[in-house]
Nanobody, 119 residues
Framework: QVQLVESGGGLVQTGGSLRLSCAAS????????MAWFRQAPGKEREFVAS????????SYADSAKGRFSISIDNAKNTLYLQMNSLKPEDTAEYYC????????????WGQGTQVTVSS
């Protein structure tokens, strides 16, 4: 089992930046890849970005391309999401997730961290 704990959320003005972190513990050797998702009030959870455990493969939602950057520090077992040029529509609860296969479902989830972007 993998445990995930997010941090780094907060309140920021439009155009500002935040860096989210997700610390992984437990059976981290079983992780193939990790990802960030977000869910705004009244909306479905949506994919933001993903990365393979060694950081070689990344993928971004169109809404994140050019503004967000996903990275991973294997020595610290920590996933990051650098978010720049934030917009009010980025306001959401952000979750990190992990999966053990390239195409499997994300079976481990963190508790979430709130990001609020004021206009």
């Amino acid at each position: 089992q993998v445990q995930l704990v997010e941090s780094g959320g907060g309140l920021v003005q439009t155009g500002g930046s935040l860096r989210l972190s997700c610390a992984a513990s437990g059976r981290t050797f079983s992780i193939y890849g990790m990802a960030w998702f977000r869910q705004a009030p009244g909306k479905e959870r949506e994919f933001v970005a993903s990365i393979s455990w060694r950081g070689r493969l990344t993928s971004y939602a169109d809404s994140a391309k050019g503004r967000f950057s996903i990275s991973i520090d294997n020595a610290k077992n920590t996933l990051y999401l650098q978010m720049n040029s934030l917009k009010p529509e980025d306001t959401a609860e952000y979750y990190c997730a992990a999966r053990s296969t390239p195409t499997g479902t994300y079976g481990s989830w963190g508790q979430g961290t709130q990001v609020t972007v004021s206009s």
